[in-house]
């Protein structure tokens, strides 16, 4: 690698590490640098893992004060996360690299109309409730349980745009303030990158050079994201996750 390969992956992971932190789809910057620089796309999505690691807990971190009281709603994710970012990073050395091409834009896609129509299918809900004498779950239920392992195999295998998924899925089923629910994306997303990449470690090539670049710029990144994300109001988070998701499906189509 390169100086300025070197300088354009360190730029990226920051880059990464900041987006991850306010909506998800950091790998749709670090990926594509990975692969100019040569890197085969296995090699590039197990080390392009390891390095958002860091940028993830940076980004918990500075998330902590909406993080209060959630420790229960976390740990109980947090097992069908680890469920599916195994499952997820089994399946990346399975399956052929272009495996999850075709489903990745329908499902980012889907997740995006999910936090658009979120405030109104969450008043839906919360009527319906109300008529029928019942609480929210402050964890979800089951089905939460469910979608978030499901969502967790993708993240596992891929990890582009699984924030996004996440935000979408609580956002459905739990009643809690966005930036809470973001701050609980924030850590499912460190978890699941950190049970690929400990299975990565043993089991596939890393360039490590690359995944040092990338931790120390999403590390910064992840700072950077808390300061901007915590201060966006509701409505302006929902929109940047739009259009962040927006781009991320361009991207995958288009490339």
């Known amino acids: 690698m390169t100086i300025w390969e070197a300088v354009a992956v360190f730029v990226a992971g920051l ?3 900041t987006i991850n932190t306010i909506v998800g789809s950091g790998t749709l910057i670090t990926f594509p640098v990975l692969l100019a620089t040569g890197l085969p796309p296995v090699t590039a999505t197990v080390s392009n893992g390891l390095g958002l690691i860091p940028g993830s807990i940076s980004g918990a971190i500075g998330y902590r004060k909406e993080l209060t009281g959630q420790r229960r709603r976390i740990v109980r994710l947090g097992i069908g996360a680890a469920i599916g970012g195994f499952t997820g990073a089994t399946l990346l050395l399975a399956l ?7 489903i990745v834009p329908i499902l980012v896609g889907l997740a995006l109309v999910l936090v658009i129509l979120q405030p109104y299918i969450s008043k839906a809900v919360q009527r319906r409730r109300e008529r029928h004498g019942t609480q929210a ?4 239920g089951p089905l939460l349980f469910v ?3 499901i ?3 993708y993240g596992g295998y891929f990890t582009a745009a699984q924030g996004i998924i996440y935000v979408a899925l609580m956002g459905m089923l739990l009643q809690d303030s966005m930036q809470r629910i973001n701050a609980t994306k924030n850590v499912l997303a460190a978890l699941v990158n950190s049970v690929a990449a400990l299975f990565f470690v043993f089991v596939a090539d890393i360039d490590w050079q690359a995944a040092g670049l ?4 999403s590390t910064i990144g ?5 300061r901007v994300g915590r201060r966006l109001p509701p409505t302006a988070l929902r929109i940047v996750i739009v259009l962040v998701g927006l781009a991320a499906i361009a991207q995958l189509v288009l490339k």
């Open 15 to 17: 880059g990464a590490g």
């Open 96 to 102: 052929p690299s272009t495996a999850f091409e075709t």
């Open 137 to 140: 779950k402050a964890d979800g």
């Open 147 to 149: 979608a978030i392992m």
């Open 151 to 153: 969502a967790s195999v």
């Open 214 to 217: 990338i931790a120390v710029g």
């Open 222 to 226: 992840g700072q950077i994201g808390a």
